[in-house]
């Protein structure tokens, strides 16, 4: 079974659902047993192709770290924490966590885009 372990000690995913701002991206660090790798993948496939129906999804990405890490990084955009906490609540996606293997700890974390003159740009 999926284990699920806080990216910031000091602010749960549970207290960034409670807000409401938008777009947002989605960063989920998964890691995994070398023999479960394909499995992982399988598991999140399915999330994927279910979350991606849901009203507010943007996009998604999964990346492997290299060199034979079984690290692996999925990012999604959101149009808003409204539409990722509905989507992240719907019984079909709760119940598609089952799927995974029980070597894989997730780590989700909300992101808003940081805005740094001469760098980047804003929302």
Do not use: C
Not at 47 to 71: C, E, V, W
Not at 88 to 108: H, I, K, N
């Amino acid at each position: 079974m999926l284990k699920f372990a806080e990216l910031d000690g000091r602010v749960s995913l549970s207290q960034q659902m409670a807000t409401e701002e938008g777009p947002v991206v989605l960063a989920n660090v998964f890691t995994v047993d070398p023999e479960e790798v394909d499995a992982l993948v399988n598991a999140w496939t399915v999330d994927a192709n279910i979350l991606k129906a849901k009203p507010g999804f943007i996009s998604t990405q999964l990346h492997r770290g290299i060199g034979g890490s079984t690290t692996f990084l999925n990012y999604a955009v959101w149009e808003s924490v409204a539409a990722f906490r509905e989507a992240f609540s719907d019984p079909e996606f709760q119940t598609s966590l089952g799927r995974y293997p029980d070597s894989v700890v997730a780590s989700p974390h909300l992101f808003r885009k940081v805005e740094v003159p001469g760098i980047s740009a804003g929302r």
